[in-house]
């Protein structure tokens, strides 16, 4: 029911948008979560592209979905497109909002915008891939029924958590427990255990790693997992 946009930045949109347009994307999956939400089915999006400016022009509402390494390349080319009154989410934040601000001020964007960021993502997905040829298909894994979020400034804060009710990918929260608010922008941004849980995993699994497909021959490197392959003797 909302007017969506896709954008994703060059070189990836090559890959990553390839097709989106006429194909869609098919959900599915189990989603896991306590009161059995689900949604699934093929969505066609209003606009796929690697123009920034004309996914965001006139937009309420925009969502930054990508790793963290990602952010300071996607934040230098929303800023410049950036209107007042827009309210940017960014899943998971990672302290993308205090990076985002701080360029927002280099750059001397003076919009008047709410940005918020989260703890997690609204659901868990994975794209199915096979060798190098990525397929339209995203499998959700489980679905939140509650995140944190945390706006930066905090007194942008209610505001933001107010908005997350016309978020189509928050509906499960916000038919769950609802969104919860942060302390601070850094209290979700601490809070996030992913640091605790992926590093010692990959250091301890660099050598399994590293070989995945070569001693361990056959292995596809894509089928590696560090929760489940790591070397236990160390």
């Avoid at 090559?14 to 093929?42: H, M, P, W, Y």
């Avoid at 302290?95 to 985002?100: A, I, M, R």
């Avoid at 891939?129 to 400034?153: C, D, E, M, S």
């Amino acid at each position: 029911g909302r007017e969506v946009r896709l954008y994703d930045i060059m070189p990836y949109a090559k890959t990553s948008l390839k097709n989106l347009a006429q194909k869609g994307i098919l959900l599915d999956g189990v989603q896991r979560n306590r009161d059995c939400f689900e949604r699934s089915g093929r969505a066609y999006f209003d606009l796929v592209t690697s123009d920034m400016a004309a996914a965001v022009r006139g937009a309420g509402l925009i969502v930054v979905a990508c790793g963290s390494w990602g952010h300071e390349a996607i934040f230098r080319e929303l800023i410049p497109q950036l209107e007042d009154g827009m309210v940017i989410n960014i899943f998971t934040d990672n302290f993308g909002c205090l990076l985002l601000r701080k360029l927002m001020r280099e750059m001397g964007c003076t919009k008047q915008v709410i940005v918020g960021g989260w703890s997690s993502a609204p659901y868990g997905t994975r794209i199915e891939t096979i060798g190098h040829y990525q397929f339209p298909h995203v499998g959700a894994k489980y679905r939140a029924i509650t995140l944190r979020g945390a706006a930066l400034p905090m007194t942008d804060t209610e505001d933001f958590l107010k908005a997350a009710q016309y978020l189509p990918c928050l509906d499960a929260v916000v038919q769950g427990d609802g969104p919860q608010r942060g302390h601070t922008i850094l209290d979700i941004d601490f809070a996030n255990v992913n640091p605790v849980i992926h590093v010692p995993a990959t250091i301890l699994g660099v050598s399994t790693m590293e070989n995945w497909g070569v001693i361990f021959g056959g292995h596809d490197k894509t089928t590696y997992s560090m929760y489940s392959h790591r070397s236990e003797e160390r």
